[in-house]
Structures are given as C-alpha cells and as structure tokens.
C-alpha cells in the first residue's frame, strides 16, 4: 500500500505535464524574450534602459506587484519546480548511452539549463526586483549600478550574466521545438526539420540580444546618471555655455 502511494505521488501527472509545457511558452516564455529586448536599449544609451525602467516604477504599486505575481512568479515558480520533478525523473541519456546522437544531446543540455536557470533566477531575482523592494529604490536596478557590477574585476557578474542569457534561449529554443511536437503542431519529419532549423535561428538571435543588452552596459557611455545631457542642463540648472566650458 505505502509502495503504491509512493508511485502515485512520484508519477507524471498528464495534465500537470501538458501546464509544465505551456507555461514555458506562455507567459514565461514570451516574458523571457520582452524582458531581452527591453534590456537591450542599453545600446541605445542609458536613458534608453532607465526610461523602461522608469516605466514600470511609474504604474500603480499594487498594480505592478499583483501583475508581477500573477504574470512571472507563479508560473515561474510552478514551471520551474515542475521542471526539477521531471529533471529528477529523467533517465540519462545521453552519457553513459550507446546512443550519444545529437538529439539526445540536446534533450540533455535542455534538462541541465533547467537546472542552471533554476540558480540563476533565483540569484538574478533576489538582486534585482527583490533587493528593489527591500531598499525601496529602484536605484539597484537603474543603467549606473549595472554598470558598475558587470565592469568590476574579476568579472564573475558579466560571466554569470553571459551564461544565463545563452541557458535562457537554448532552454527556450529547444522547448519551442518540443513544444510544438508535444502539442501535434509539427507531425511530419519535413515540418519537425523546419522548426528545427527556426529554434536555432531563435536561439542564436536571442542570446545576441541578450548579449547586446550586456554590452551596452559595459561600453562608456553617459554611464553615471543615466541622464540625458540635455537633462543635465535643465536638472542642474545650467546654461548651455557652462556646460560646453567644463
Ligand atoms: C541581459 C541580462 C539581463 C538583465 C540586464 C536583466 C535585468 C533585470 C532587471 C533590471 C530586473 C528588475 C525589474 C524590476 O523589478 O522592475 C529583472 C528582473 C527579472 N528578470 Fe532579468 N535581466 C536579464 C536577464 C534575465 C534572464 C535571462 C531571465 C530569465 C531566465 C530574467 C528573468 C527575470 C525575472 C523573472 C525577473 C523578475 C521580474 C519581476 O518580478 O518584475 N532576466 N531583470
Ligand atoms: C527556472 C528553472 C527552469 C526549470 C527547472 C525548467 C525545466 C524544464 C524541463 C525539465 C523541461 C522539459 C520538460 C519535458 O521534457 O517534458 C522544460 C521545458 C521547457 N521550458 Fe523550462 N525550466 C526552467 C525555466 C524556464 C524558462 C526561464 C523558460 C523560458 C525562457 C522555460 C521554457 C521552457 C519551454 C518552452 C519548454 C518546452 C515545453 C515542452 O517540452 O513542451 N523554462 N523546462
């Protein structure tokens, strides 16, 4: 009896699994790739990035808490302890196997980012958004203090950055292939080919995002303020020929 109940609670539930499955897509998913995209006006400037910034901060408190909750963490959370479950049920393999073909491969390497982003959000999480609540200023997330964390020696902020970026578009990349699989949307070997080829292309695109975003922190820019010059002159008060003359 206790053998049974063993195996019912350790058993994948089909429509928990099917959840499991969508919830990668939407709304993580489709947050994951608005979230690189926003990030990446860094390139644009650190006005650019703040702005995005300043445009959540400006919405009603309870508003932006409930969204974030509601949109981001829970089916984060739900996709992500789901995923460990499925991750600490998985059969390896891929090692070990005599079958080391590519596809299972990349199977293996989508199980291991799971685990990877499961660490890193919850670093990436507790020093952004929750250290914003706890400080009560959105300065810990503004263009300056990113700046500072991912040019400071030796660098391990820009390296943890570079690789959760990279584990973000693979995990999603492939899942998107999965997914499309899972769902019967791609039956044919043709049209399972052609997603393939389309989830790599994802993936590369997205990881550059992800990777432009980090460069335009990196690269010396109006970096200290995040302010435009001409809000510097209407902020300080200046006239133009000051500022030309320092
Ligand atoms: C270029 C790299 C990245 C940068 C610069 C960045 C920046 C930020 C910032 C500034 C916040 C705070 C937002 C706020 O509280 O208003 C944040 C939160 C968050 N980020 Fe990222 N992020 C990056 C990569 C990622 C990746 C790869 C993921 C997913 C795997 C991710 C998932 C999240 C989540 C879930 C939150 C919490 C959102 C919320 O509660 O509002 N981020 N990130
Ligand atoms: C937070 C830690 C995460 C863990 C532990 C995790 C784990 C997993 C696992 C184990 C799978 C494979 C499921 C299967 O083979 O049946 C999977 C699929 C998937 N994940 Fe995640 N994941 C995480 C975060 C994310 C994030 C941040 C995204 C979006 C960028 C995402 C998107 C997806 C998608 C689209 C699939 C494919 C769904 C399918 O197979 O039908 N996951 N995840």
């Given at each position: 009896m206790g053998y049974d109940m063993a195996i019912a609670v350790g058993k994948e539930n089909f429509v928990?699994?099917?959840l499991h499955s969508?919830?990668?897509i939407?709304?993580?998913?489709?947050y994951v790739v608005q979230h690189l995209v926003l990030n990446s006006f860094t390139i644009a400037g650190p006005e650019k990035f703040n702005a995005v910034i300043g445009f959540f901060e400006s919405m009603p408190k309870?508003?932006?808490l409930v969204m974030e909750i509601c949109a981001i963490w829970i089916p984060i959370l739900f996709h992500a302890i789901y995923g460990l479950f499925i991750v600490s049920r998985a059969k390896p393999n891929y090692f070990g196997s005599v079958y080391g073909w590519s596809q299972n491969l990349m199977y293996t390497l989508q199980r291991w980012s799971g685990v990877f982003l499961f660490l890193f959000l919850i670093v990436h999480v507790v020093t952004t958004t929750v250290y914003k609540y706890a400080t009560g200023s959105a300065k810990v997330i503004e263009y300056a203090a990113w700046h500072e964390k991912l040019t400071t020696a030796p660098y391990l902020w820009l390296l943890f950055y570079i690789f959760g970026v990279a584990a973000a578009s693979y995990h999603l990349g492939y899942g998107i292939w999965n997914f499309c699989i899972r769902w019967g949307i791609t039956v044919?070997?043709?049209?399972?080919?052609q997603v393939q080829k389309f989830a790599f292309a994802f993936f590369v695109v997205i990881t550059l995002v992800g990777w432009a975003a980090l460069a335009g922190f990196i690269i010396p820019q109006n970096q200290n303020s995040g302010a435009g010059s001409a809000q510097v002159i209407r902020e300080l008060k200046l006239?133009?020929?000051v500022v030309r003359a320092s």
């Amino acid at each position: 009896m206790g053998y049974d109940m063993a195996i019912a609670v350790g058993k994948e539930n089909f429509v928990l699994h099917k959840l499991h499955s969508l919830t990668g897509i939407v709304p993580v998913g489709y947050y994951v790739v608005q979230h690189l995209v926003l990030n990446s006006f860094t390139i644009a400037g650190p006005e650019k990035f703040n702005a995005v910034i300043g445009f959540f901060e400006s919405m009603p408190k309870h508003f932006l808490l409930v969204m974030e909750i509601c949109a981001i963490w829970i089916p984060i959370l739900f996709h992500a302890i789901y995923g460990l479950f499925i991750v600490s049920r998985a059969k390896p393999n891929y090692f070990g196997s005599v079958y080391g073909w590519s596809q299972n491969l990349m199977y293996t390497l989508q199980r291991w980012s799971g685990v990877f982003l499961f660490l890193f959000l919850i670093v990436h999480v507790v020093t952004t958004t929750v250290y914003k609540y706890a400080t009560g200023s959105a300065k810990v997330i503004e263009y300056a203090a990113w700046h500072e964390k991912l040019t400071t020696a030796p660098y391990l902020w820009l390296l943890f950055y570079i690789f959760g970026v990279a584990a973000a578009s693979y995990h999603l990349g492939y899942g998107i292939w999965n997914f499309c699989i899972r769902w019967g949307i791609t039956v044919s070997d043709r049209a399972q080919n052609q997603v393939q080829k389309f989830a790599f292309a994802f993936f590369v695109v997205i990881t550059l995002v992800g990777w432009a975003a980090l460069a335009g922190f990196i690269i010396p820019q109006n970096q200290n303020s995040g302010a435009g010059s001409a809000q510097v002159i209407r902020e300080l008060k200046l006239t133009p020929h000051v500022v030309r003359a320092s």
